[in-house]
Each structure stands twice: as structure tokens, then as C-alpha cells.
């Protein structure tokens, strides 16, 4: 079942896909996901509120800071995800 859940945060939105997928989005862009109980959050690169998102996804400590990937590894690895079901594969 595929279902959008509103977040803790005002304008942070949850798709909840099969196989306990979750997509994180920060108003209309996708900035973090599971897979496989892996969470892939994408470096900010946007504003304060997007920060605060991010923060409430994973925790927003340093080690946390330091996992978060580049906009472009993101949503390559995003995309093998939604088009072939392969991440960490």
C-alpha cells in the first residue's frame, strides 16, 4: 500500500512505499529515504527549514552530519531505487 503521512515538522512529508520504503520530502523534494533499514539523508543544500527536516530525520548530530550524501549521489541512488528496486545491492 502506497500512503503520504504528514511529519513531525510543518511541510515535511512521508511517502510510505511497499517493502517498508519511506521517502522523506521537504516541501515537494525528496531529501532522505530507507531501504532495507538503511536511511540515506542528502546534505543540505538548501535553507534552515530543509536543515531542521533533515535534523528531525536523522538526529542532526555530527556523525549523523557526516553520512549525509551529495545532492547527485542522492538522487542517483534514489532513482536505482524507485526505477529497479537496487540499493545496497
Do not use: Q
Amino acid at each position: 500500500m502506497v500512503k503520504l503521512e504528514e511529519g513531525d515538522i510543518k511541510h515535511l512529508r512521508v511517502l510510505l512505499l511497499p517493502d517498508g520504503v519511506k521517502v522523506y520530502f521537504s516541501y515537494e523534494t525528496p531529501i532522505a529515504f530507507t531501504c532495507r533499514a538503511r536511511l540515506v539523508v542528502r546534505v543540505n543544500d538548501w535553507k534552515v527549514m530543509t536543515g531542521k527536516h533533515l535534523n528531525s530525520i536523522d538526529g542532526g548530530s555530527c556523525e549523523a552530519k557526516e553520512k549525509r550524501v551529495s545532492g547527485e549521489a542522492f538522487e542517483k541512488s534514489l532513482e536505482l531505487l524507485l526505477r529497479w528496486g537496487m540499493y545496497g545491492e
